[in-house]
């Protein structure tokens, strides 16, 4: 069971994760992060899982990493950190992960809400990178990342002020893709996992893989995957059946085949 994460899955095909460590603003701490990459692998295994949404509390998505924890550790330390493991297995899980932020996002704490393939943000969100005021810099992302998501201008004053941006500001950067009322963030963010899970399986994982190569590819070689990762869905049972499933006028049944 783990001690700083709440599993439940209330809606067919999506796990809801609440990060649960409010006495200090959900601070990502190493077991946190650990338990956190435990349960995406988990469901990136389980193929009754479709989508996972990720949240946290009405104070907090969470406040970054964890100051008392990363106060302990030398430049010996940070160099064999076991956080940077999890980050990658957090970063790496191959379903839509999609976050449901309200209030604090700052320095680790918005690095995970850019892991998020979908951001549902409530009004008072705050997203922000405050490590400047640490006297260091982003650790897991937050430059490579936020730079891709809102260009060189807001990725600079935000990096280098520490100072936060509000969830429409944010929203108009690209860094979330709606804004809500803050109480319906999670039902929010479950409705559109559940409209995901209702869709090819196989669709969605190439979909998402596609979309991801983006980011970190040349538009040529982007352009190929997505051709290669197209020609290859035409090989699957479910396309066959979204395809007659419109010409028959009904709606498709996909088995993930
Ligand atoms: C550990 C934290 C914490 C954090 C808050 N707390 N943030 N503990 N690590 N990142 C704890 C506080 O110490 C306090 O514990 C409790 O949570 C409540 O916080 P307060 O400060 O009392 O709340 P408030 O006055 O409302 O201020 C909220 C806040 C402030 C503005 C978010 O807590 C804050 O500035 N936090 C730090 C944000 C930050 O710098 N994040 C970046 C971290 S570096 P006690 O026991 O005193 O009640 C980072 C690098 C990532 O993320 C690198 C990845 C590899």
Redesign the pocket.
Known sequence: MPRYLVVQAPEDGVRLITLQRP???N???TELLAELAAELDSADRDPAIAAVVITGNR??F?????????AERDLVGILN?P??AH?QRIAAFSKPLIAAVNG?A??????LVMCADIVIAGEDA?F????I??G?I???G?TQRLLRAVGKPLAMQMVLT?EPISARHAQQAGLVSEVSQPELTVERAMQIGAAIARKAPLAVRLAKEALLKAADTDLATGLRFERHAFTLLAGTADRAEGIRAFQEKRPAHFQGQ
Request: with cysteine; glycine share 20%; aromatic share 4%.
């Open positions: 006495e200090a603003l601070a990502l701490n104070k907090a969470a406040a970054g990493a964890d100051i008392r924890e990363m950190d956080r940077v980050w604090f700052l320095g680790g704490g918005c690095e705050r922000g990178q405050p490590e005021n640490l260091i982003p650790g897991a937050g520490g």
